[in-house]
């Protein structure tokens, strides 16, 4: 059967580069992924929108943007570039052996907490997989997204990334023993109202710390004039007396925090009360997962289950969510 004349015939490679520009909204970042020259780059995307009939980018000197067209095309093309690669690794027998570069973001005090201890076990497991760790914690486009995997604590906002909830991390309460020894033990979960508190931040939500103890549950508003979006900082300004913080709990085969936070000289609050855990969400911009980030995702979740913490959830395996 003869193709009609008014269908172009496009090759899939040039719709797989205008996806990728239009991801980054740069020819140069994009052209540095792909391994390809800007100028290639540039050429093959002006020859696509010449087949096309149709302007799919505004370029200026600065940036590129998505004409109404492109944003469009980049719309319906994008899941069927990441359908074509997944079946790509799959004919290539990359799903047993993963490899390539992974770009990854989160925040700055999960990696210290989880890489050093983390990546070196990964590597021996997947000897052909690169990292490249983002440690900004900004909102990130669904569109013009660059990262493979984007980890986040806590709740998130509504967007296009799909969602998957990793872990569970429970939290407890610590302070110095000198400044327990200049304000007091603390009894109960209202007695914090009177203590100085060290939060993330300084928004109402953050300021009511919620601590259960079987039946039993309590909500207090805390206060205290300092707030720090970064772990490792709470933990050092708790060391140093200013006040008491919330920090999670992780027993990793490696890593057991409790027992560095004893070792800084850091005392439990409230042993018998537990903290609300706070959610560990990966965010990606695909249900179907290339093998590279099922083999670290999957790595992950199993290394941060093994804690064994009795108020972790269970939560299901990413091959139970994510078909390839």
């Known amino acids: 059967m003869e193709r009609p004349a008014d269908l172009p015939n496009i090759p899939l490679n040039d719709i797989a580069l205008f996806v990728e520009v239009a991801r980054r909204k740069s020819f140069s970042r994009a052209g540095e992924a792909l391994g390809i020259p800007t100028s ?16 799919l980018l505004n370029r200026s000197t600065r940036r590129i ?21 997944i079946a790509h690794e799959q004919i290539l027998g990359q799903l047993s052996q993963p490899q390539g570069r992974l770009h990854i973001s989160m925040p700055i005090s999960l990696g210290t907490l989880l890489l050093p201890d983390l990546l070196p076990a990964l590597q021996q497991a997947h000897p052909g997989l690169e990292f490249e760790f983002d440690m900004n914690i900004g909102l990130v486009d669904s569109i013009s997204n660059p990262y493979d995997l984007i980890l986040r604590m806590g709740p998130q906002p509504d967007s296009d990334l799909v969602l ?9 309460l610590y302070a110095s023993a000198d400044y327990l020894a200049r304000h007091g033990y603390p009894r109960h979960p209202s007695d914090l109202s009177q203590h100085v508190c060290l939060r993330p931040d300084m928004s109402p939500e953050k ?11 309590e909500r207090v508003t805390v206060h205290g004039p300092i707030a720090v979006n970064n772990i490792a ?36 609050i409230l042993p018998d009360w537990e903290m609300e855990a706070l959610p560990l969400y990966a965010l990606l ?3 179907v997962l290339p093998a590279k980030t099922k083999a670290f995702l999957t790595f992950l979740q199993q290394a941060l289950s093994k804690d064994g913490h009795p108020g972790t959830e269970r939560t299901r395996s990413v091959s139970d969510i994510f078909f390839l």
Not at 41 to 51: A, G, P, Q, V
């Open 65 to 85: 943007e998505l004409t109404e067209a492109g944003d469009l095309y980049f719309q319906r093309c994008r899941y069927l570039i990441d359908e074509a690669r």
């Open 207 to 217: 300021a009511t710390w919620r601590l259960t103890r079987g039946d039993e549950q």
């Open 285 to 287: 911009p695909s249900r």
């Open 40 to 55: 290639t780059l540039s050429r093959r995307i002006t020859e696509l929108e010449k087949t096309l009939g149709l302007k």
């Open 233 to 268: 900082m709470l933990l050092r300004l708790a060391e140093r007396g200013l006040g008491i913080t919330r920090l999670p709990v992780l027993q990793l085969p490696h890593l057991d925090l409790s027992q560095r936070l004893a070792a800084r000289h850091l005392v439990r």
């Open 164 to 172: 998957h909830h990793i872990h569970s991390m429970p939290h407890q």
